[in-house]
């Protein structure tokens, strides 16, 4: 999948961006702008995800691009459990992708809300930048 100069924009509830395998993101913007409010959001097994106002890109090249994570959450919970889970509240999560003269910004809010992640191996984010 092929991403050039195109905003791709998310709002709504329990709502995260996320770009699929293989994609090339070339001069464009990503903005997660959702807005949580008094949610639940729950994933459980064996590498179980759960993300709330999260944008995960995995196996992509960023070229000249700019990732911005501008979510607002707030009296939620965001549970994974398993193993291998992961609970991703108001994070940027980027993995197995090349990033070149791109721009990462999170500027999430997180507000009485828990993020929590239960079993063997198991990871919260909660308003992190994660690039591995």
């Known amino acids: ?3 050039s100069k195109i905003t791709i ?11 699929y395998a293989g994609s090339v993101i070339n001069k464009s913007t990503i903005v997660n702008a959702s807005s949580v409010k008094n949610s639940a959001n729950i994933a459980i097994g064996k590498g179980a995800t759960a993300n709330t106002g999260a944008v995960n890109i995995k196996n992509s090249t960023i070229n000249k691009s700019t990732v911005v994570n501008a979510a607002s959450v707030k009296n939620s919970a965001n549970i994974a ?4 889970a992961t609970a991703n509240t108001g994070s940027v999560n ?4 090349t990033v070149n003269k791109s721009t990462i910004v999170n500027a999430s809010s997180v507000k009485n809300s828990a993020n929590i992640a ?4 198991a990871t919260a984010n909660t308003g992190s930048v994660n690039i591995q």
Not at 81 to 84: A, F, S, T, V
Not at 118 to 121: H, L, N, T
């Open 94 to 97: 980027i993995e197995k992708s």
């Open 118 to 121: 239960i079993g063997k191996g």
């Open 81 to 84: 459990i398993g193993k291998g």
């Open 1 to 3: 999948m092929k991403i």
């Open 9 to 19: 924009a998310g709002i709504g509830v329990l709502l995260s961006v996320s770009v």
